[in-house]
């Protein structure tokens, strides 16, 4: 398996084995060759197999706590590929898979879905935490979360899953104080002054105990108390989010959570302005920091302007404020060292193209002959076909300003 | 009219004219592409016509002429240039130097239909849909190339 040099947190180059994923053949995706940087992002327009792919590599990752997971909630799929994926990416679903020309390969190994699916595995630690595209539907409509026994059987495992871990989060450390939002000793401080500006206008998240059931609600200073069914689109998109990030980013001198390296998020900018995907992208530069592996879908061309920047900073030698700079966050002892973290960090861009396959756009080069790569995969191409067209009309115009 | 006959009715470049691509230098040709050369008609190499008489301005590089069949042709008016952010309004004041020169010293090369386009030398530092983007369609010049394909002048 080839070699590379990536760095850990104290700057010192360590060779690596790449991480690689590849598919063949499964629903849309025809040829989906990937291999993992400490950042991977996957672009591509809707029902190219982004999604699927990301819960392929969460079964992969967590083969044996997914089925245990599965069967202590009495899910059954007798053992054969198809009705497994019925209940594991939802139903209606067991047909992506082709048994005569569906394949997988991990880390350069094939792997046998129809063996995989039969295996008794269930005693290893869980790597991967995913949180998925749906995951304003773990809250329930008074503002709880859902459980996994909520959910309909056919339901995709990565909702039920994330919904189910938050719903502990919050019944037990969490839970417990007052404020879920802010929390003094969760998230950075810088990390909560741009959440308090970009997001929360300065509200709480408050837990009311005052009925027979727990409830989120959005409060501030004046006894406004806001309940999850009147919070804006954003807030009820990123509250699950949040708390996904908690559980990911435990309160104690620990960087990571127990066992997990990789952290999957579909399409993060989901319902949120640009403001709070700035913010977003602070809070990745942060799970990047812990040395999580950092897997995201996106449709946001500010993601992969982040990727762009980095690049370009590194390339060119840039001091770590640069990266701060970029968030207009003032340069701090905690900032700096995101910002000379995420210098060091290989990040991988990938387009999911309607054809079936995949491209590496990394080099993110706006000026490259592949178009793919130039719009990077279609996020920055109306923008630039706009200013082509504006262009062309204000050089066409018959008297010369 | 046709492109030859603007070019030597522009006092300025008579008797620069060169066929096909042959006004253009030899290391920046490569970074044009042609698949159809009959449709060409010609080009200017403007910097090197204009240094002597112009010798502090900053001076556009090329013309390059596209036959439009009966039509009037198209001049491709190019620069190649380093296309990092800070290039973007050296560029801008290029193309303002070229729009007045075509305005008053050659209103013949100005009445044909027109392009204007970047070649980047080396990486473009800027991206598709940025402020500069903006900035440069707003003057008439599209995002930088690094290889300018002139059968999509059509």
Not at chain 1, 154 to 169: H, I, M, Y
Not at chain 1, 241 to 265: A, D, E, N
Not at chain 1, 318 to 338: H, N, Q, S, W, Y
């Amino acid at each position: 398996m080839p070699k590379h040099n990536t760095y850990d947190l104290n700057g010192a180059r360590r060779a690596m084995a790449y991480e690689t994923l590849n598919l063949r053949h499964i629903g849309p995706i025809q040829e989906a060759d990937i291999r993992f940087g400490d950042l991977t992002v996957l672009v591509g327009p809707q029902a190219t197999g982004k999604s699927i792919f990301l819960q392929f590599l969460k079964l992969l990752l967590d083969t044996g706590p997914i089925f245990r997971t599965l069967r202590k909630h009495g899910l059954d799929w007798s053992k054969e590929a198809r009705d497994f994926l019925e209940v594991y990416l939802g139903e209606g679903t067991g047909g992506l898979w082709q048994p005569s020309k569906s394949e997988i390969s991990w880390r350069g190994d094939s792997v046998r879905l129809d063996e995989l699916v039969r295996s008794k595995k269930k005693g290893e630690a869980e790597k991967s935490f995913f949180i998925p595209a749906q995951r304003v539907l773990t809250l329930s409509r008074d503002g709880w979360l859902r459980p996994f026994t909520d959910y309909k059987a056919g339901d995709p495992f990565t909702v039920r899953d994330f919904s189910e871990k938050l719903r502990v989060l919050m019944e037990t450390g969490l839970g417990r104080a007052e404020a879920v939002y802010p929390q003094p000793k969760r998230l950075k401080r810088e990390i909560r002054n741009l959440l308090s500006l970009n997001i929360f206008s300065n509200f709480h998240l408050q837990i009311d105990r005052t009925g027979p059931q727990k409830r989120l609600l959005l409060a501030d200073d004046h006894k406004t108390k806001l309940p999850f069914m009147v919070w804006s689109a954003g807030q009820r998109e990123f509250v699950p989010l949040l708390l996904g990030l908690y559980w990911l980013l435990p309160p104690t001198k620990v960087t990571r959570r127990g066992s997990i390296q990789w952290v999957m998020i579909e399409e993060l900018e989901m319902g949120l302005h640009p403001k709070a995907i700035e913010t977003m992208l602070v809070m990745i530069l942060d799970l990047l920091w812990r040395g999580y592996r950092v897997c995201l879908s996106t449709h946001s061309p500010h993601v992969l302007d982040l990727v762009w920047a980095l690049r370009m900073l590194r390339e060119n030698g840039a001091e770590p404020k640069a990266v701060m700079r970029i968030f207009d966050v003032k340069p701090g002892p905690t900032t700096l060292k995101l910002g000379e973290a995420a210098l060091k960090k290989d990040a991988k861009v990938y387009y999911f193209d309607p054809d079936g396959k995949t491209r590496d756009i990394s080099a993110l080069d706006p000026a490259a002959v592949d178009k793919s790569e130039a719009g990077w995969g279609g996020l920055t191409e109306l923008s630039g076909r706009v200013a082509d067209v504006v262009a062309e009309a204000v050089a066409a115009r018959g008297e010369l300003e | 009219m046709r492109f030859r006959e603007a070019v030597e009715d522009t006092a300025a470049i008579r008797g620069q004219y060169r066929e096909g691509l042959q006004g253009v230098r030899n290391v920046d040709r490569s970074r044009l592409s042609c698949a159809t050369p009959r449709r060409l008609c010609g080009s200017v190499d403007l910097d090197g016509a204009l240094r002597l008489v112009h010798p502090n301005d900053p001076r556009w590089d090329y013309a390059i002429g596209v036959s439009e069949g009966v039509q009037n042709d198209t001049v491709i008016w190019v620069e190649v240039h380093p296309a990092s952010s800070c290039h973007v309004e050296e560029v801008l004041r290029k193309l303002q130097w070229l729009k007045d020169w075509l305005r008053y010293d050659a209103p013949a090369m100005g009445r044909l239909p027109r392009h204007f386009r970047w070649i980047a030398t080396g990486t473009v530092s800027f991206r598709r849909g940025s402020r500069e983007e903006k900035k440069i369609a707003q003057r008439g010049l599209r995002f930088p190339v690094k290889q300018l394909d002139l059968d999509s002048f059509r």
